[in-house]
């Protein structure tokens, strides 16, 4: 089974603190996912990335970057974290190639900007 | 735009009885479709894909395709409290290779 690690369940952070997001997949997926999830608002798209050192926007990329520096990582970094990115953070792996077996998701990170 | 619907719900069925969850999405095009469980505070869980008209069952899950119409259900059979859960239909769009998420519907299950 593919296994989509994120590195904290719960976070608290200050507001104004530049805050990392770790995301690590094991099965030499190409593709990976950032998503914030929010009641009413469903999962919304903020960045992802089909190689490494690739990254694209998503829907609303404003107030995040993104790093992938290897295949099985890609971070999703806060520059600085704000109350209204306080959010349950979702990432995401899959393969490549022309069939799409759907998305793997990571258990999630709560985040709490105070 | 690309658009995928769900009734948010709840979808309320007592249990032992048939639920049956629908989404529609906007482009005849697309290929791909899928649907996730996702339990309260918990991430995502792929339960079904489908990718061509017609019916495919595993267990007591059955997804159901409808391309003329554009539709895509998920009948749950036999329907658990423990089948108490939001779920989400997604559908790849033939302009990219991306899932489109519909908002999710919660079904709930009464004992």
């Known amino acids: 089974d593919v296994k989509v690690t994120q590195s904290s369940r719960y976070l608290v952070k200050r507001t104004g603190e530049k805050v990392f997001l770790e995301c690590v997949q094991d099965m030499d997926h190409e593709n990976m996912f950032w998503y914030r999830q929010d009641p009413g608002l469903g999962l919304r798209l903020i960045y992802f990335s089909y190689d490494v050192k690739m990254k694209e926007k998503g829907d609303i990329p404003e107030g995040y970057s993104v790093s992938r520096e290897k295949k099985e990582r890609f971070s999703l970094i806060l520059e600085s974290a704000s109350t209204n990115q306080t959010s349950m953070y979702l990432c995401?792996?899959?393969?490549?190639?022309?069939?799409?077996?759907?998305?793997?998701f990571g258990s999630g990170t709560r985040l709490t900007v105070v | 735009q690309k658009e995928v619907e769900q009734n948010s719900g709840p979808l309320s069925v007592p249990e032992g009885a048939i639920a049956s969850l629908n989404c529609t999405y906007s482009?005849?095009?697309?290929?791909?479709f899928f649907w996730y469980r996702q339990y309260s505070g918990k991430s995502p869980e792929l339960i079904m894909s489908i990718y061509s008209n017609g019916d495919k069952e595993d267990g007591r899950f059955t997804a159901q395709l409808n391309k003329a119409s554009q539709y895509v259900s998920l009948l749950i059979r036999d329907s658990q409290p423990s089948d108490s859960a939001t779920y989400l239909c997604a559908v790849i769009y033939p302009a990219g290779n991306m899932l489109t998420f519909g908002g999710g519907t919660r079904l709930m299950v009464k004992p």
């Open positions: 995401a792996s899959s393969l490549g190639g022309q069939i799409n077996y759907g998305y793997t």
């Open positions: 482009d005849r095009g697309s290929q791909s």
